[in-house]
């Protein structure tokens, strides 16, 4: 890697999953395309939402469908790896847009570089956070804090993590998380003894990405990021054929 190079972080605030998905689909486009200035780091909040993976979900589910439809939450289908999960108001999450190669990073590493963060910002509010051998992600105990999820198209990865810091944790007793039955979800603040808010959890997980994997932040608005991919969409010419398939990471 080359700590010289920044990488650049982007906060969305709160943002229909749909539309963050289709900004991510630009981003990977442009990033391998070499058209944008360097690696891009998200940091979004969403509203209510389940996402299944490449490995499925909906068998995960433990309540009908309709249940879930009638609270107004969607279950949308993503090519990251993993099965269902629940992404809601009180959750940061993280989608780093990285070019893997140019960054000297494998899946692998990027993974356990996002289980890191999660496992550090943990400690800054007293608590304890690990690895759990059966899946990937940020765990207390027997319980799931933090989940990852990834894909990787032409180099570039996309989807990430998403850590529970303060957020209504009962959708997620209407599905198996990630897969695993009778597993137990928690959140930053039903376990620290410290207040918690998502801004200064934000901030802890980007100190924390910046250390482990050697990189300083340039802040970006989401203006200007705006700015430099519509300038390059308006001035490449439409490419036929589908994008080669994502390869997603082994998550949770």
């Known amino acids: ?19 963050a998905l289709a900004l991510q689909r630009r981003l990977v486009a442009a990033r391998a395309a070499g058209a944008l200035r360097g690696d891009i780091v998200l940091f979004v909040e969403h509203p209510p939402v389940f996402t ?37 108001p009180g959750q940061a999450v993280v989608y780093p847009i990285l070019h893997l190669p140019q960054n000297g ?14 496992i550090r ?20 105990g027997g ?3 933090g989940s990852i999820g990834l894909a990787v198209r032409r180099g570039v990865s996309f ?15 209407w599905i198996e998380p990630c897969g695993l039955a009778q597993v137990g979800v928690t959140s930053l603040a ?10 200064a959890v934000e901030r802890a997980l980007a100190r ?10 340039e802040r970006v608005s989401r203006g200007d990021l705006e700015k430099e991919l519509v300038a390059w969409e308006t001035a490449v010419e439409p490419r036929g054929g589908a994008p080669p398939p994502p390869v997603p990471s082994p998550p949770g």
């Open 208 to 217: 924390y990405l910046g250390e482990i994997f050697g990189r300083f932040w």
């Open 121 to 140: 910002t943990a400690a800054d509010w007293e608590v304890a956070a690990g690895r759990d051998a059966r899946n990937r992600g940020c765990w207390v």
């Open 143 to 145: 319980k799931k804090i």
């Open 190 to 199: 039903r376990e620290s003894p410290r207040p918690v808010s998502l801004p």
């Open 159 to 173: 989807h990430g993590l998403a850590f529970n810091v303060d957020l209504d944790l009962e959708p997620f007793s």
């Open 1 to 19: 890697m080359k700590p010289s190079v920044p990488w650049r972080a982007v906060r969305l605030g709160r943002m229909a999953y749909g539309e």
């Open 105 to 118: 990073l494998g899946v692998a590493e990027l993974v356990s570089g996002l289980e890191e963060a999660m």
């Open 52 to 88: 299944t993976g490449r490995r499925g979900g909906r068998e995960c589910l433990l309540v009908p469908e309709e249940t879930i439809a009638a609270r107004g939450i969607p279950i949308v289908a993503v090519e990251r790896g993993g099965f269902i999960t629940y992404h809601g």
